[in-house]
């Protein structure tokens, strides 16, 4: 059984910097497409960023790109996403995940962890 622990959420000004934290267990997160998601009040839960496990290839949500890396730290069993020049729309609650398709897709993904808010003043 895999369990993912986010941490890391927090309260930010606008163009501040936050790092999540996805702390893996049960298996090493190289088996995996490891996601990113986020979810605003009123709205679906919506892609962000992953890396593929084995290899590190990464993909990012349009709104995303050049702001947010995603990255992983086999040693640790961890996956982070750095966030920078945050902005008010990128307040969230953020939830890794972890599935075995490269997907943007929530439904692709088995396995996921509680979620940490991130939020962002204007």
């Known amino acids: 059984q895999v369990q993912l622990v986010e941490s890391g959420g927090g309260l930010v000004q606008a163009g501040g910097s936050l790092r999540l934290s996805c702390a893996v267990s049960?298996?090493?997160?190289?088996?995996?497409?490891m996601g990113w998601f986020r979810q605003a009040p009123g709205k679906e839960r919506e892609f962000v960023a992953r890396?593929?496990?084995?290899?590190?290839?990464?993909d990012y949500a349009d709104s995303v790109k050049g702001r947010f890396t995603i990255s992983g730290d086999i040693a640790k069993n961890t996956v982070y996403l750095q966030m920078n020049s945050l902005k008010p729309e990128d307040t969230a609650v953020y939830s890794c995940?972890?599935?075995?398709?490269?997907?943007?897709?929530?439904?692709?993904?088995?396995?996921w962890g509680q979620g940490t808010q991130v939020t962002v003043s204007s």
């Open positions: 049960g298996r090493t997160f190289s088996s995996y497409f």
């Open positions: 890396i593929r496990g084995s290899g590190g290839s990464t």
């Open positions: 995940a972890a599935g075995s398709f490269r997907s943007m897709r929530p439904s692709e993904y088995g396995y």
